[in-house]
């Protein structure tokens, strides 16, 4: 039981450093200075402007309805900002994705503006103090855009972060591997495969693990996609391996957030959700989960009699055999045809 609810707790202590998340910073921490470069117009004025090899993507100035493209198989630094709408970034459709890799605090990509697609590419890391830094692959706001077909890994805070304003973004059939870089300011917070901070957003199709390294901390942490604040995003579809926790759940405000027809193997925890009784990051307010096949425990802590936390389960299959498959403090909705095979533990907190 006490490891159960440990787990939460450090995921969702872990996540009060992000509310200035949105600061990017040049520094390894989160202490100096950003934007380094005025952005300069870069590429053809063909309808594909190609971005050549070295190039710094800092000086890259995108410009609306355009699309632009990194050399199959090139290494490309600097923060690519894709400040207007209707842009398309991606690499090569054949051949080798090329790479963004970032040495210092800031993102690989920030997305703002609307109806963008960023495909192809390979995004990434070097932790500038030892693995660890605070660099974002895709930082994010603003309104409806869609990140498929990429790969997120390495030393990265956060492989993608949903800032509070991002709304109708979509991270779909990607690879999420080992984002595992912890912030030096505070190194109990972090890492990230995604970090849900917006609301109605969608996580589908995207393969999602080896999410876990040691914290110093709390032993071990990391999480595959973890919601703080945000409101009625969907993970669906995902499948997930060897992660510390596929999803946590914490931020006051944190509500409606649903899980359907993504599959766990193990390793390590499904869901960690809590109620009221978290007074610094809770509660999170009616999660569901349905359809899901997982071998992980689910969690559910810190409940308080009527604030609206218990999460509802419906048609899913829990299987821990030996183990601990579902840990509450307050019980949960069952909305029917859940099979679980491990120990259930429910009493009320």
Known sequence: MDTAAGIGRRGVAAMAAVAVAGTLLAACSRTAASRTATPA?????????????????????????????????????????????????????????????????????????????????????????????????????????????????????????????????????????????LDPDNPGSGAFGVLLSGDHNTIEGNTIKNQITASPVYGTGVSGVEVYHGRYNTSEGNSGANDNAITELGGAGAAGNAYVGNTFTGPGAFLITLGGGDKENGPVRAPTMTGNRVSGEVVSYGWRQANGTLPTLRDNTILVPGGTALWTDGGFVNGGRNAVSGTVVTHRG
């Open 41 to 181: 117009s870069a590429g053809s004025t063909a309808a594909v402007h190609q971005i050549p090899p070295g190039t710094s993507l800092s000086i890259v100035r995108v410009r609306a309805g355009q699309t632009y493209q990194l050399a199959a198989g090139a290494t490309y630094t600097g923060t690519l900002h894709v400040d207007a709408d209707n842009v398309t970034v991606q690499g090569s459709r054949r051949g080798r994705w090329p790479v963004i890799i970032r040495h210092s605090a800031g993102s690989d990509i920030m997305l703002s503006g609307r109806s963008h697609t960023v495909r192809w590419l390979r995004i990434t890391g070097r932790g500038c103090t030892g693995k660890n830094g605070y660099i974002l692959g895709v930082d994010v706001t603003g309104p409806p855009a869609t990140i498929t077909d990429v790969s997120l890994y390495g030393d990265l805070y956060a492989g993608a972060y949903f800032e509070r304003s991002a709304s109708g973004r979509e991270l779909r059939q990607s690879v999420i591997n080992h984002c595992d870089a």
